[in-house]
């Protein structure tokens, strides 16, 4: 029986390295994704041969190697640096790097703290498709007002109530392409996420899906280099409690967060 498309490589790779400085030093804590397609690997699941078959064990050392020398603060530049690496061997094809680093806030020249959910991201993806793009997880924002959702279609099942002012919560992932590679990647990035910040909390939305397009389009005005971006915005539901069953004046400030299910919107913007 013919295979189809496949690939190889080794996930989760965490390194950690310090950046030293005079006085201040930064601190990276990143996991590293790596997949390779080959042009002699198809023998190896049909027919048992690992000639062709770089080991991941390899993969996972080479991060290590190479992150003494060539990692800094440009994770998109690590990340081209491993590509081109595996690329040098004939047989590799392509090449898919994607390096996801957890957020550390400093606190003093050399500490900081850590806990939070939100990340960045950087992938590559070089050989027959060349990609370069960057992204972000778990960046949690709330507002309790200036957004709303009226004027939804109805039926027998529907018992929501129009909100024209209500709390909108979600868990921003967001993952944008780059036309071309910007000057200074972690500039770029860190101008995204403020983009997304500012406009999250300054325009007034009528649902989810206007703030995403919102954000968006403030960040294809922002960044000239990001030629799209794709949202995935859980809606974090706050329902109005009823108090007055206790007896309690119910002034609309109780609130019970529900996890889950939650609405899962999802969009691209681009030029």
Same mark, same amino acid.
């Not at 078959?53 to 800094?72: E, F, K």
């Not at 868990?171 to 590679?181: G, I, L, Q």
């Not at 299910?261 to 999802?266: A, S």
């Given at each position: 029986?013919?295979?189809?498309?496949? %690939?190889?490589? /080794?996930?989760?790779? *965490? $390194?950690?390295?310090?950046?030293?400085?005079?006085?201040?030093?930064? =601190?990276?804590? #990143?996991?590293?994704?790596?997949?390779?397609?080959?042009?002699?690997?198809?023998?190896?699941?049909?027919?048992?041969?690992?000639?062709?078959?770089?080991?991941?064990?390899?993969?996972?050392?080479?991060?290590?190697?190479?992150?003494?020398?060539?990692?800094?603060?440009?994770?998109?530049?690590?990340?081209?640096?491993?590509?081109?690496?595996?690329?040098?061997?004939?047989?590799?094809?392509?090449?898919?790097?994607?390096?996801?680093?957890?957020?550390?806030?400093?606190?003093?020249?050399?500490?900081?703290?850590?806990? %939070?959910?939100? /990340?960045?991201?950087? *992938? $590559?993806?070089?050989?027959?498709?060349?990609?370069?793009?960057?992204? =972000?997880?778990? #960046?949690?924002?709330?507002?309790?007002?200036?957004?709303?959702?009226?004027?939804?279609?109805?039926?027998?099942?529907?018992?929501?109530?129009?909100?024209?002012?209500?709390?909108?919560?979600?868990?921003?992932?967001?993952?944008?392409?780059?036309?071309?590679?910007?000057?200074?990647?972690?500039?770029?990035?860190?101008?995204?996420?403020?983009?997304?910040?500012?406009?999250?909390?300054?325009?007034?939305?009528?649902?989810?899906?206007?703030?995403?397009?919102?954000?968006?389009?403030?960040?294809?005005?922002?960044?000239?280099?990001?030629?799209?971006?794709?949202?995935?915005?859980?809606?974090?539901?706050?329902?109005?409690?009823?108090?007055?069953?206790?007896?309690?004046?119910?002034?609309?400030?109780?609130?019970?967060?529900?996890?889950?299910?939650?609405?899962?919107?999802?969009?691209?913007?681009?030029?």
């Amino acid at each position: 029986m013919p295979l189809g498309a496949n %690939s190889w490589g /080794k996930s989760r790779v *965490r $390194v950690s390295k310090v950046l030293r400085g005079d006085p201040t030093d930064d =601190i990276l804590d #990143l996991n590293v994704d790596i997949q390779l397609t080959a042009s002699d690997v198809d023998v190896a699941h049909t027919e048992g041969d690992n000639r062709g078959v770089l080991p991941t064990d390899t993969m996972r050392n080479t991060v290590y190697a190479l992150a003494h020398s060539r990692l800094g603060n440009d994770l998109e530049g690590f990340a081209t640096v491993l590509c081109d690496h595996f690329l040098e061997r004939e047989q590799i094809t392509s090449a898919d790097v994607t390096i996801t680093a957890n957020r550390w806030d400093r606190q003093s020249d050399q500490g900081f703290t850590g806990g %939070s959910s939100e /990340k960045r991201i950087a *992938r $590559v993806v070089r050989g027959s498709d060349d990609r370069l793009s960057a992204g =972000i997880e778990g #960046l949690v924002v709330l507002k309790t007002g200036g957004s709303a959702f009226e004027g939804f279609p109805r039926d027998r099942y529907t018992v929501l109530p129009d909100a024209d002012d209500r709390i909108l919560a979600t868990s921003v992932t967001a993952r944008w392409d780059y036309s071309s590679k910007p000057a200074d990647t972690t500039a770029a990035w860190d101008r995204v996420r403020q983009t997304l910040i500012d406009s999250f909390f300054s325009e007034w939305s009528a649902s989810v899906q206007h703030q995403g397009y919102l954000m968006g389009e403030a960040v294809l005005a922002a960044v000239p280099e990001v030629e799209r971006i794709s949202f995935q915005l859980p809606n974090q539901h706050h329902l109005p409690f009823d108090v007055t069953r206790f007896g309690v004046e119910d002034t609309g400030t109780v609130f019970y967060p529900v996890p889950e299910p939650y609405g899962d919107i999802r969009l691209t913007v681009e030029r």
